[in-house]
T-cell receptor, first 119, second 111 residues
Framework: EAGVAQSPRYKIIEKRQSVAFWCNPI?????LYWYQQILGQGPKLLIQ????????DSQLPKDRFSAERLKGVDSTLKIQPAKLEDSAVYLC?????????????????FGEGSRLTVL | RKEVEQDPGPFNVPEGATVAFNCTYS??????FFWYRQDCRKEPKLLMS???SGNEDGRFTAQLNRASQYISLLIRDSKLSDSATYLC????????????FGQGTELSVKP
């Protein structure tokens, strides 16, 4: 079974530039998450989708970050304009809806991440 | 206050040692708990779930104390391959579920 695919793996940009990350979740996974992981810290949830609807974006800096999952499958996360503090690994994860009958193991399947460096 | 807090690391232990990680969570609405493992420059992967009755998987034992809002992970007979960062996770199951990660505790097992 194919895992969660992310691209690009690495991106270096200057501050105030824009960047977009792409994620393709595991087939059949309705829930998709974007996490930001700064070096030395745990993953921080930015946004969570259930199919193509947003269920939580409370920690997404909406003045500069946006995300969409138009057809309930692939997702993109965009940063515009980027700041130095956005340097991090952006992790996409997918799962069946947690707590749903027949699923709900708490297992998120992560992609390898997109490492962003803002200079 | 962070929603999930872990022991600061790093933990440096010799092979064969027993090591324990602690974690506390602030939101009593948390419904389930997990430990994830993250190798250097890799993505997190589920290590094990944590049940109120305590659960064991080989050399790993997880415990949950809901009254104290405390979770632990015990690793016995540490191996070099156990070197990684261990992430404590609290889950909420409304609206499709949400996982909140702690900051992680780094473990380094030395020969």
């Amino acid at each position: 079974e194919a895992g969660v695919a992310q691209s690009p793996r690495y991106k270096i940009i200057e501050k105030r530039q824009s960047v977009a990350f792409w994620c393709n979740p595991i087939s059949g996974h309705a829930t998709l998450y974007w996490y930001q992981q700064i070096l030395g810290q745990g993953p921080k949830l930015l946004i969570q989708f259930q199919n193509n609807g947003v269920v939580d974006d409370s920690q997404l800096p909406k003045d500069r970050f946006s995300a969409e999952r138009l057809k309930g499958v692939d997702s993109t996360l965009k940063i515009q304009p980027a700041k130095l503090e956005d340097s991090a690994v952006y992790l996409c994860a997918s799962s069946y809806p947690l707590g749903a009958s027949g699923g709900a193991t708490g297992e998120l399947f992560f992609g390898e991440g997109s490492r962003l460096t803002v200079l | 206050r962070k929603e999930v807090e872990q022991d600061p690391g790093p933990f440096n232990v010799p092979e064969g040692a027993t090591v324990a990680f602690n974690c506390t969570y602030s939101n009593s609405a948390s419904q389930s708990f997990f430990w994830y493992r993250q190798d250097c420059r890799k993505e997190p992967k589920l290590l094990m779930s944590v049940y109120s009755s305590g659960n064991e998987d080989g050399r790993f034992t997880a415990q949950l104390n809901r009254a104290s809002q405390y979770i632990s992970l015990l690793i016995r007979d540490s191996k070099l391959s156990d070197s990684a960062t261990y992430l404590c996770v609290a889950a909420y199951y409304n609206q499709g579920g949400k996982l909140i990660f702690g900051q992680g505790t780094e473990l380094s097992v030395k020969p």
